[in-house]
């Protein structure tokens, strides 16, 4: 990739990987971030396909019992750590700068140094498949005591941990960034209501990573503590607690579903608006309903406990119910944002309207889990593997395409192929629906999970093998994807700056963007900018103001003293 | 404000999504509908609920869904560039209200109704009909009636199996010897977590004879798919005879013998 003809800055034009090695600019990091995360979720991705393949018939085909358990550890690993937590990395590195009008992060250096340490823990973690006895094996939530030596002795249980470890020093070193990048480079005119709502999404996303990812760290290092060193805070025989494990990992691990929604809702809350050619309804409500979420997801882990006898159920069953509420709010905003809009359905859009369908789903039956009477029969079975899917893939996934989309002409100067985004969509959407919708009466007919097999006469095995024929169907729909970014990058770069009228500063500046980003800012007035100038320039005001930045030089607000 | 109609872009990719939202909605309610009938007080318990909550989650699922349908079919436009842009509508704080409002008085209903069911689920009998105790372990089950003298246990594949009268409240205190394990029967509707270290208590009261399948539902190592057990609900005077006839045995059943143990056959 090349930032091409339109930088006048001392940079090389060329794309050289010392270039990529060392770079601090928020952008290139935003790619290499994406890029890196999407190749943990192609290796993530293969192990699905795998454990669906062996689950396709009862018996072992495909691999062993151990192997099957490395893979969906590292599965649930990759796609919760490795992929899912950096592609929110990917999204708001390239994008919060440019959002609030920015020339770059406020701490370009320690934003170089988080992507490099995410990258060598991934890398640490999978390095597990070079030792003897295998990477971990011990779930992704690496329960104790059976995380403990006695009962899983392999290196590579321990390279999981330090492989971890490193990636969530990583996290809370990207998140101080965007704090501190949010709450002090936003261009003049630029108050806390008129930023986008993707950008809400990542104040909240870090400020949930501040509070969440010391918990993972600290448990971390106890467990490293309790195997290579003789400690024993989690082994019961020696006066440790395995329930203390559960607290912190939980501690962590939910806030960690909310860190992989919350910038998820923000990248809908800026695709609906632009396709429905209306400002996002009830932006207030949409911010509050973030801080709401934020708040209250800090307080609902021990849902994830309610079978272990040993927490308040009643507590934890209605701080999980009322998630529900600001979420309700955001779907309805949602959708009144399009009705009496005027709709267009290109590829991102086509992601936003899915993704209303297939998480709502994902929602409800959360509803039902979160009441532990009723999680008592769901918890640890395909019912909440299908709900936990539902929610980050029919979720969180469905706007990271949309994102992808919507963005790939900012980042790359060129459009996709839409008849190819639309089959990757369609591909995907019904592959989804067909893999995860029988995984729930699996599981509410008693199919525990991590089963690497499963008796013939339990009547589990037709739905397993719809569900194994759909995971094909979404991974046939990444390879229609994978094929359209060749041919778009194949292409003679010309989707300029601005391919779908959208609204937030992005769009101001040329695709891709010049190094630091602006010469000029136009007036910000409301949370769309670029659409207000486009309004002024229709009526002729102020019309000579409304050009993008790439006609010339200009002044270069938020750029570094 | 009328949206522009005709041969559009995603007009047929538009129809499809109309349908495949009608399908998923169909689907949803015949695959959420589907618990096992539940053998026990406490399961028939949990299975009301869980109507209710299928029922409200139902209207909430249609009410969304025939929105979002009939937004994107009454608004979307032929193209891009027609003229002008529709009214910048930025909110209404009424209607706001209401959608915060309702939905919170549905879930304070929820709420209570679950708070209803846990009360019977975590309430305990002053005096069970049987107790039992259960020891989990890698891979295997041991079930032990103290106030009886008797014990049953297995290894592997097909497992123990525990024998209970029904009609009455059944005690079962259990606990790991190695590392976390869960007790789940499907058709009780339950599951509790057997931990090392703690013991759990609960009652459930078996209301209908028969054979009923348990197995571990917490991943505790490469057995977790081989360590069922059964559990045989009888009438209680066939219950007594069945603990006299094991106390003439001996007290106690051994372990399956390791050649009937847990690694599935043909591993690769």
């Known amino acids: ?561 | 404000m009328r949206p522009t109609r005709g041969r559009g872009i995603g007009g047929g990719p538009l129809r499809a999504g109309a349908s495949l939202a009608v399908g998923c909605v169909a689907s949803a309610l015949v695959v959420g509908g589907c618990l096992p009938a539940a053998a026990t007080a406490e399961g028939r318990q949990i299975g009301s609920l869980y109507g209710i909550f299928v029922a409200i989650a139902s209207g909430v699922f249609l009410l969304v869904y025939a929105l979002a349908t009939f937004a994107i079919i009454r608004y979307r436009v032929l193209r891009r560039r027609d003229a002008g842009e529709p009214r910048q509508v930025e909110g209404n704080d009424v209607i706001e209200a209401i959608w915060t409002a309702i939905p919170l008085l549905i879930v304070g209903g929820l709420f209570v109704g679950t708070l209803a069911v846990l009360s019977r689920t975590e309430a305990r009998a002053a005096t069970p009909a049987a107790e039992i105790h259960v020891r989990g372990f890698r891979w295997g089950w041991s079930f032990s009636y103290p106030n009886e003298g008797v014990e049953v246990s297995g290894l592997g594949i097909p497992g123990p199996e525990v024998v209970v009268p029904i009609g009455r409240p059944i005690r079962f205190a259990i606990t790991s010897d190695d590392v976390i394990h869960s007790f789940y029967v499907p058709q009780f509707l339950f599951k509790r977590d057997v931990l090392p270290g703690r013991q759990n208590v609960f009652d459930v009261t078996v209301e209908e004879a028969g054979t009923y399948h348990g197995q571990c539902a917490e991943f505790c190592g490469v057995g977790h798919s081989a360590m069922p057990f059964t559990v045989r609900a009888v009438p209680p005077d066939e219950y007594g005879a069945w603990l006299a006839s094991e106390r003439a045995a001996g007290g106690s059943t051994p372990p399956v013998s390791p050649g009937a143990t847990f690694l599935p056959v043909g591993s690769p």
């Open chain 1, 1 to 561: 990739m090349t930032t091409g003809a339109i930088t006048a800055r001392p940079v090389p034009p060329s794309a050289s990987a010392l270039v990529w090695l060392t770079t601090t600019d928020h952008k290139r990091i935003g790619v290499m971030y994406a890029v890196a995360a999407f190749g943990f979720f192609m290796v993530g991705g293969v192990l699905a396909l795998l454990m669906r393949a062996e689950l396709a018939q009862p018996g072992l085909q495909v691999m062993s019992v151990e192997s099957y358990d490395q893979s969906f550890t590292i599965h649930g690993t990759i796609m919760m750590l490795l992929f899912g937590t950096p592609m929110v990395a990917a999204f708001s590195n390239y994008l919060v700068p440019l959002q609030v009008g920015a020339a770059d992060m406020v701490f370009p250096r320690l934003n170089a140094l988080s992507f490099w340490l995410f990258l060598s823990g991934g890398i640490i973690v999978l390095s597990g498949y070079l030792t003897q006895s295998g990477p971990a094996d011990i779930g992704w939530t690496g329960y104790a005591p059976l995380n403990e030596p006695t009962f899983s002795s392999s290196t590579g249980t321990d390279l999981w941990i330090v492989g971890l470890a490193l990636t969530g020093v990583a996290s809370i070193m990207g998140a101080v960034n965007f704090v501190a990048t949010i709450l002090t480079r936003r261009a003049p005119g630029m108050s806390m209501f008129r930023m986008p709502m993707f950008c809400w999404g990542i104040l909240v996303t870090s400020l949930l990573i501040l509070f969440a990812f010391p918990a993972i760290t600290a448990a971390l290092a106890m467990l490293l503590l309790d195997r290579r060193f003789g400690a024993s805070f989690f082994v019961p025989t020696e006066g440790g607690d395995p329930i203390l494990w559960q607290h912190l990992f939980w501690f962590f691990g939910h806030p960690e579903v909310y860190i992989l929604a919350l910038p998820f809702f923000g990248i809908l809350s800026e695709v609906i608006p632009v396709f429905s050619r209306k400002p996002l309804f009830g932006y207030r409500a949409m911010a509050l309903a973030m801080i709401l979420i934020g708040f209250l997801s800090m307080s609902v882990w021990a849902h994830h406990m309610f079978t272990t006898g040993v927490i308040s159920l009643p507590f934890f069953s209605i701080t999980s119910f009322l998630i529900a509420v600001p979420t309700g709010v955001k779907f309805f905003n949602w959708i009144f944002t399009m009705i009496g809009g005027k709709l267009w359905f290109p590829a991102p859009m086509l992601w936003s309207v899915g993704f209303l369908f297939t998480f709502l789903f994902g929602g409800i039956t959360g509803v039902l889990v979160a009441s532990a009477p009723i999680d008592f029969q769901f918890q640890d079975t395909y019912f909440v593997v299908a709900h936990l899917h539902n929610v980050l893939v029919g979720g969180s996934v469905f706007a990271m395409w949309a994102g992808i989309t919507f963005w790939f002409p900012k980042v790359t100067g060129r459009r996709l192929n839409e008849p190819l985004a639309k089959t990757h969509f369609w591909l995907w959407t019904i592959g989804f629906v067909v893999t995860f919708l029988p995984q729930y009466q699996l599981g509410a007919s008693g199919m525990p999970r991590r089963y690497a097999d499963y008796p013939a006469e339990a009547g589990w095995t037709q739905l397993n093998l719809i569900s194994t024929v759909g995971a094909f169907l979404i991974a046939a729909s990444v390879v229609v994807f994978l094929v359209a970014v060749v041919e778009a990058m194949r292409r003679a770069p010309d989707a300029g700056p601005d391919p779908w009228e959208g609204n937030s500063l992005e769009w101001w500046a040329g695709s891709p963007p010049p190094h630091h980003n602006f010469r000029s800012l136009p007036p910000i007035r409301s949370e769309r900018p670029v659409f207000d100038a486009r309004v002024a320039a229709r009526a002729g005001v102020a019309a000579s103001a409304v050009t993008a930045d790439v006609e010339g030089p200009g002044p270069v607000p938020g750029a570094h003293p």
